[in-house]
């Protein structure tokens, strides 16, 4: 089993495509290479082939990067098999690129940024109903909050005084925008579906 994450930037155009394409393609490059693994086309679309296991963190690193510059992504997770394998990802094909495909193509009308279809009827709609939750404050996140995000999911192994050196603020500002962010129950809803879907 493979997931795909198939997502578009929100508005690209009201930044300079170089103000966030090299930091895109830097975030993704933690997944894999292009164009096997990932990929960017169309100017603003993306595609990412990852272990399903780490598919939800990986589209929360993306929104989160994209985030610090106040823009955002919509991205559908599609669980499944690879069937045929392409040079590039975006020519590559199966199960699991067609449930993203899918799901993707819906998140503009139902006005959703974050969905994932798993094959499974039951489960899409109990992990989908957890992610709109989500995003009523993930959505809202300010460069702060985001960057905060982006800098825990780059180093999870860093402390709060670690991370406060980095951003240049004191341990109790950080522990701040922690919870602003919501992140301790990012990190429970990561593991919720992970738990999920090992028994897919």
Known sequence: MTSIITGDIINSRKLATSVWMEGLKHTLSQYGSQ???WEIYRGDA???EIDPQLAFRAAIHIKAYLKTL???ARMSI???EKT???TKISESNGSAFVRSGEYFEQLKKLKNN???NTGNAILNQEINLMLRLAQTFMNH???QSAELVLLAIENPTWS???MGNKLKINQAAVSKRRKRAQFDLILELEQYYQEKIKSL
């Open 78 to 80: 599609g669980l499944g």
């Open 70 to 72: 106040k823009l955002d």
């Open 160 to 162: 709060q005084e670690e």
């Open 114 to 116: 974050l969905t994932i």
């Open 46 to 48: 993306f595609q990412l």
């Open 35 to 37: 164009p096997g693994s």
């Open 141 to 143: 996140w300010l460069a």
């Open 84 to 86: 045929y394998q392409a």
